[in-house]
């Protein structure tokens, strides 16, 4: 089983070339992930398909296909109605949102021990999954 997973803004930038080098790094995450099926979270498939085709970064078609090849290669993971409950107390403990708590509970549940993610505030670490920024520096 898989350490690692991805969060959505490094699913974005993986297929958006304007990102210049943001777009590189995440294609070698993304490339690293296909290639392992790591586990990813679907609430982060969702995020994926709702933010690009609101961005109309693509097409509502292109984006459906992009997902459904991604749950065949990678594991799709959904969290339960325990990792909720988790989610919920951190949140209204952290004051996180909540919906970034909910992928943190699933990927606990899924043994995901760090998380490639842009959205790291003041915390390394939470509910046991390390939070990685792939693009510090860049």
């Known amino acids: 089983m898989s350490a690692f997973s991805l969060d959505t803004n490094v699913l974005i930038y993986a297929i958006d070339p304007s990102q210049g080098e943001k777009h590189k790094t995440a294609q070698a995450l993304l490339e690293r992930a296909l290639n392992d099926a790591w586990p990813v979270a679907l609430q982060v498939l969702g995020e994926f398909y709702s933010a690009t085709t609101r961005k109309k970064v693509l097409t509502r078609a292109d984006a459906a296909r992009t997902v459904k090849l991604w749950i065949e290669l990678l594991r799709p993971c959904a969290v ?52 990685l920024n792939p693009f510090a520096g860049l």
């Open 80 to 131: 339960s109605a325990n990792g909720f409950g988790h989610a919920l107390r951190y949140s209204r403990r952290t004051g996180a949102q909540f919906w970034d708590a909910l992928i943190l509970a699933t990927c606990a549940e899924h043994s995901v021990k760090r998380l490639y993610t842009e959205d790291i505030g003041p915390q390394k670490q939470a509910l046991g999954v390390a939070l």
